[in-house]
C-alpha cells in the first residue's frame, strides 16, 4: 500500500478534472460524459498521478502516470472503486480496458468476455458470470423449443430429434412501450424464421419499468408459437455494453459501445445457433440508427444476416414508441387505440399503471436520442 491519498474529485473541482483529463490523455484515453464517481491518487504535491470512475456498474477511465508505473496505484484505484461500488449494492462489477491491460486485469479477479476490434476488451468480476447467461438461454431455449432441434454443430444442449431448424433469428428490443410497430416486427421475423429468440432489454432505465415492459411484449407475442423470450441481462444493450442507448454520447463513443454490444451479441448468437438478426428500420432516434448502421457492417462478417424491416406506418408515419409516451403523458388515449396493441392499451387503461402514467407525465422528454 502506498502513502499517496485517494479521493473523490467532484464535478465542482474544476482543477481536479482538468489534471484527471491530462492524465488521460497521456495515457490515450478521455474523460467518459456520463460518469457517476471519478477519483484520483495526489502525490505530495498534490497533482493526480492516478484516476479511476464509475458509471453504474462498471469501472472505467483508470489510468496511471507513466512515472508512476510499475507501484502498483492502479492496483490501489481499483480496490477504492470497488469498496464504492460494493458500498451502492452492486457486486456484479463490468469494465473495459486496453489489451495490453488485460492481463494486470485478470490478476485482480476480473475475467474477459469479449474483445473489440483488437483494442478493447470487456470484462467482469464473475469466472463463470456469462458463461452462466449462456447456459441460462439454453435452458429456456429447450424448454420452450417446438418441434424440431437445432443443428448438430450448436453447442447447445438442446433435442436433436426431428429436423433441424434451418433460420433461427434475433431480435432485441426495449419495447419502451410495447407498440403494433413492435409487434409487426416480431410477427415479421417470426414468419420468417424456424425460430425467433426476442431478447427484451431488462436495464431498468427506461421510463416504463422492464417488469411492464417484459409483460407487455410477453402478451404482445403470445400468439407467436415459434418465439422464445429471453431477459438480456447485463449483456445485451445494458449500462455495461451500451450505456449510450440511454444517455446522450457523441457519434464516436455511441459507435464504440455499439461494436462492444455487439462484440458480446455474436458470442450469443453463437450458442444459440442464430443465422438472422432482425431490426426495425430508425427514421427518429440516432443512437439506434447508428446502432443498426454498424449491425449491417459487422454482423456479415460473423456470419449472421442483418434484415433490416420497414417501419410499420400508421396514416403515412411510421409507429414511434417516443410518440406513444407523448400520448400517454397527455392522456391521449384516443390516439393511442391507433399505436399499441390491446394488451398494452388494457394496461394503461388500468389502476395499475396509475404511477407509470405518472412517471411519465413527469419526465418531460420522452423522446428517445
Known amino acids: 500500500m502506498s502513502d499517496y491519498m485517494i479521493s473523490q474529485i467532484r ?14 490523455s497521456r495515457q490515450g484515453l478521455r474523460r467518459d460524459t456520463n460518469l457517476d464517481y471519478t477519483c484520483a491518487m495526489y502525490d505530495r504535491d498534490y497533482h493526480v498521478i492516478a484516476t479511476g470512475s464509475c458509471f453504474g456498474n462498471t469501472l472505467r477511465c483508470l489510468a496511471v502516470d507513466s512515472a508512476h508505473q510499475g507501484e502498483g496505484l492502479l492496483n490501489e484505484i481499483v480496490s477504492h472503486l470497488m469498496e464504492v461500488q460494493y ?27 469479449a474483445r473489440v476490434d ?69 410477427e415479421t421475423a417470426a414468419a420468417r424464421c424456424d425460430i425467433l429468440h426476442l ?21 404482445g407475442v403470445s400468439h407467436l408459437p415459434n418465439v422464445i423470450c429471453h431477459d438480456s441481462g447485463p449483456y445485451i444493450i445494458s449500462n455495461a455494453t451500451f450505456p449510450s442507448y440511454f444517455l446522450k454520447d457523441e457519434e464516436t463513443l455511441i459507435r464504440s459501445h ?17 443465422t438472422h438478426r432482425y431490426v426495425g428500420q430508425e427514421p427518429f ?32 408515419r411510421p409507429i414511434s414508441a417516443s410518440l406513444v409516451r407523448q400520448y400517454l403523458g397527455q392522456g391521449n388515449f384516443d390516439g393511442l387505440k391507433e399505436l399499441v396493441p390491446v394488451s398494452t392499451l388494457d394496461y394503461f387503461g388500468s389502476a395499475e399503471a396509475g404511477p407509470v402514467l405518472e412517471r411519465i407525465r413527469k419526465a418531460g422528454d420522452v423522446v428517445h436520442y
Not at 289 to 316: D, F, H, T
Open 11 to 24: 464535478s465542482t473541482d474544476c482543477r481536479g478534472l482538468d489534471e484527471v483529463d491530462a492524465l488521460l
Open 87 to 113: 458500498s451502492r449494492g452492486n457486486v456484479r462489477l463490468f469494465l473495459y480496458t486496453k489489451i495490453k491491460s488485460a492481463e494486470f486485469f485478470e490478476d485482480l479477479g476480473f475475467y474477459e468476455i
Open 118 to 186: 483488437r483494442t478493447l476488451v470487456f470484462m467482469e468480476n464473475r469466472k463463470n458470470g456469462f458463461a452462466d447467461y449462456l447456459k441460462t438461454l439454453t435452458c429456456v431455449t429447450s424448454q420452450t423449443l417446438p418441434k424440431g432441434g437445432l443443428p448438430a454443430e450448436t453447442s447447445c444442449s438442446l433435442p436433436q430429434s426431428g429436423r433441424a431448424l434451418k433460420k433461427v433469428g434475433a431480435l432485441v428490443m426495449n419495447a419502451n412501450p410495447f407498440t403494433l410497430g413492435h409487434q409487426y416486427l416480431v
Open 285 to 316: 432516434s440516432l443512437v439506434t440508427g447508428i446502432y443498426n448502421q454498424i449491425m449491417a457492417e459487422s454482423l456479415p462478417a460473423a456470419g449472421i444476416n442483418c434484415v433490416i424491416v420497414p417501419r410499420k406506418e400508421v396514416k403515412g
Open 199 to 219: 431478447f427484451i432489454v431488462s436495464e431498468d432505465i427506461s421510463l416504463i419499468p422492464f417488469s411492464v415492459r417484459k409483460k407487455l411484449v410477453l402478451d
Open 258 to 274: 455499439a461494436k462492444l454490444d455487439l462484440a458480446v451479441f455474436t458470442k450469443i448468437a453463437r450458442t444459440l445457433s442464430v
